[in-house]
């Protein structure tokens, strides 16, 4: 269902081109598709997956949105420290800072409180807040604090460094205080609660005011992030949001905790100085990292799909051993980035965070940051709202962005793929002189105030030609061929295309070549196949189900997975064999193809030669999407029986999965 809707729409522009002269206006008008920095992994598009395939691990939804990217458990890594093994507390997320007054209500028992410097001996302090009173942690003067009950102070004062748990008690609740807005992420009310965990005040030594922390075991928080709407039951996209979840809060974990912990590692945190300035935390509860409500979210009575994804997925999380991981990884650990809608693809660290003028950026790409196609995100049976948007943005605006006088003109100059950033060419005037730079990245949402930087067209036009320009608006040289063997072949840009994307690595026939003519071999087919659909790592641990596929053979793991996911069932069952070492013929090559994108059953194209033919149903669905127009027009044909070559194959992957990328739905 997925895809065969896609392909419904994708091999058309659907929105007409209009006068030039309509550039030369006060503003320009965006047309584009997604919600958010479109990095790592697109929630709509995991929820499309879940919807394609019930059975999917949520684990591997969410491994798709990180190349190379295999899941784990923490127990199994060796990991920078073994705090989030052994403490039951160890992560510390900030609630609030520069908080002057704390309203607090016990939940269910009484509370123990501990507060530093007040000379009333070893914790918990004689006072113990009784269930449903209100109580109040205050400010007194700079480094003064205390607790407060009824207006009066309890007790002696002490230093603005405080605890209060619930070893008694169901839990705390608590009000946002004073300024509602510097209080903990759950405003539906005016409290929130918190039932896992310990709070922890402590004095924000530069600003007015104390950090309000709640330290508690990575589990516990993940079962508190509210970043999925509620009516999202599919098991596979709240695993994978749990896993995602998971791994990004066990990723900052380890990359804020850089000290040693005291005697009592409960007592603070091994975090910097600095971090002890901004927020005395390893995560904030809101945008800055992930949203989190904590028992606000369990509580919920549409809470239980979420809560089962928590526990199914319990300890796992994303790792990545490729090239350079251990300056882009946490003892493994994936940094996984997630936002609402890719808009059909994602985009790399570089382009989702920063942004690029004129193709000059000393950013490096991540290798599991990379982008990867997520045509669930634009399958209309998902539904997601975001599939399209189009925002009026004034020349004003943009001006003063570029700090030029006037902008006359914004042109779409690429739009999002596999290889290529969205870029969009500005020319105006500065200074009495004419001007003009080409921008990437994530200032075209951020800054011009769009949903996402996945661009499809200005003012209706949407790039003429997909090659790259200069920042003065002309086309730049193509680049040099990947190979020497394939000059003035028909299928010579496909194989640079699927080349520069990394597609073709490891399966050259020598030093730049490609052998275009030669047939494809069914191992070749898998690598490439994976690649593009899953981004599978190679790995020589792999397991086969196949009795000819040796399983230290590096591309083994690619053609398992085609396996896994339905799209080859091996050439012969008894024994099972996948015959790797055997030409592709055309007709295999269709059913492959059909497999992968889920394409629906077709009236006859109308080929002569494919009557009878086990594959002509899928032959047909491949015509039908316009992937294939056969092999002869005279008499019409389609050579089922020939094998398909290294070629023309490029051009069949280029033609199914670049022209969803390129086009955008109604």
Request: proline fraction near 7%; charged fraction near 25%.
């Amino acid at each position: 269902m997925l895809r065969r809707l896609i392909f419904a729409t994708v091999l058309v522009l659907l929105v007409p081109a209009v006068a030039a002269d309509a550039h030369h206006t006060p503003g320009f008008d965006f047309q584009g598709s997604g919600w958010g920095h479109g990095v790592g992994m697109g929630q709509w598009g995991a929820r499309g997956q879940a919807l394609t395939d019930p059975a999917k691990p949520g684990e591997d939804i969410a491994a798709h949105y990180f190349p190379g990217s295999q899941p784990a458990s923490l127990g199994d890594l060796s990991l920078p420290n073994d705090l989030l093994k052994t403490l039951d507390k160890p992560l510390w997320v900030n609630l609030g800072s520069q908080v002057t007054l704390l309203e607090f209500t016990a939940v269910g028992g009484r509370l123990d409180l501990c507060l530093a410097g007040d000379g009333e001996g070893p914790c918990p302090k004689p006072q113990h807040p009784q269930s449903g009173e209100r109580w109040e942690f205050r400010r007194i003067a700079r480094g003064q604090c205390g607790f407060f009950h009824g207006g009066q102070l309890q007790g002696a004062a002490g230093e603005c460094r405080a605890a209060i748990s619930w070893p008694d008690a169901k839990g705390v609740r608590l009000r946002h205080g004073e300024d509602r807005s510097k209080l903990c992420l759950s405003r539906a009310s005016e409290e929130c609660e918190y039932r896992h965990g310990e709070l922890k005040m402590r004095d924000d030594p530069v600003d007015t005011g104390f950090h309000v922390v709640l330290a508690v075991g990575l589990e516990d928080y993940v079962r508190g992030v509210a970043e999925l709407p509620d009516d999202w039951t599919e098991a596979g996209v709240n695993e994978a949001q749990a896993v995602t979840a998971r791994s990004y809060a066990a990723f900052k974990f380890f990359q804020r905790e850089t000290r040693a912990r005291p005697a009592n590692p409960d007592e603070d945190p091994g975090i910097s100085d600095a971090r002890k300035d901004s927020c005395w935390c390893h995560l904030y509860d809101n945008w800055r990292d992930i949203n989190y409500i904590g028992w606000t979210k369990e509580a919920r009575s549409t809470a239980q799909p979420w809560l089962d994804g928590v526990e199914t997925t319990k300890d796992r999380v994303l790792t990545y051993f490729g090239d350079d991981w251990e300056n882009v990884t946490k003892g493994g650990i994936v940094q996984t980035f997630f936002s609402a809608s890719s808009g059909g693809i994602t985009r790399s660290n570089v382009y989702g965070f920063r942004t690029v003028r004129d193709g000059n950026t000393s950013a490096r790409e991540w290798h599991y940051l990379k982008p990867v196609a997520d045509p669930w995100d634009l399958d209309p049976a998902v539904g997601n709202p975001h599939a399209s948007w189009e925002e009026r943005v004034s020349a004003a605006t943009v001006a003063r962005w570029l700090g030029w006088d006037e902008v006359t003109e914004a042109v779409l100059v690429t739009r999002a793929s596999g290889s290529t950033p969205t870029q969009v060419l500005f020319r105006g005037v500065r200074n009495g002189g004419a001007v003009s730079v080409t921008i990437a990245g994530d200032g075209l949402r951020t800054v011009l105030g769009l949903k996402s930087s996945n661009i499809t067209a200005i003012d209706g036009v949407a790039p003429a030609n997909p090659t790259p320009h200069d920042g003065n608006g002309e086309q730049q040289p193509p680049e040099m061929d990947a190979f020497d063997d394939d000059a003035g072949d028909l299928h010579e840009p496909s194989l640079n295309h699927l080349a520069e994307m990394g597609i073709l690595d490891r399966t050259e026939c020598g030093d730049r070549r490609i052998c275009p003519d030669e047939p494809l071999l069914r191992w070749v087919m898998a690598v490439w196949m994976i690649r593009i659909l899953d981004q599978v790592p190679d790995s020589p641990e792999a397991l086969t189900r196949f009795e000819d596929v040796e399983p230290d053979t590096w591309w083994t793991p690619y053609v398992e997975r085609m396996a896994e996911i339905g799209v080859t069932k091996g050439c012969n069952t008894n024994p099972l064999q996948y015959c790797p070492d055997r030409p592709v013929t055309r007709a295999e090559m269709a059913t492959f193809l059909a497999r992968a994108l889920s394409l629906p059953a077709a009236p006859p194209a109308g080929f002569t030669d494919t009557s009878g033919n086990t594959h002509q149903p899928n032959i047909d669905a491949l015509a039908a999407a316009g992937v294939t127009k056969g092999c002869n027009t005279d008499p019409l044909q389609y050579c089922p029986d020939r094998p398909v070559t290294r070629a023309e194959m490029a051009t069949f992957l280029v033609r199914a999965f670049d022209l969803i990328l390129d086009s955008t739905p109604d």
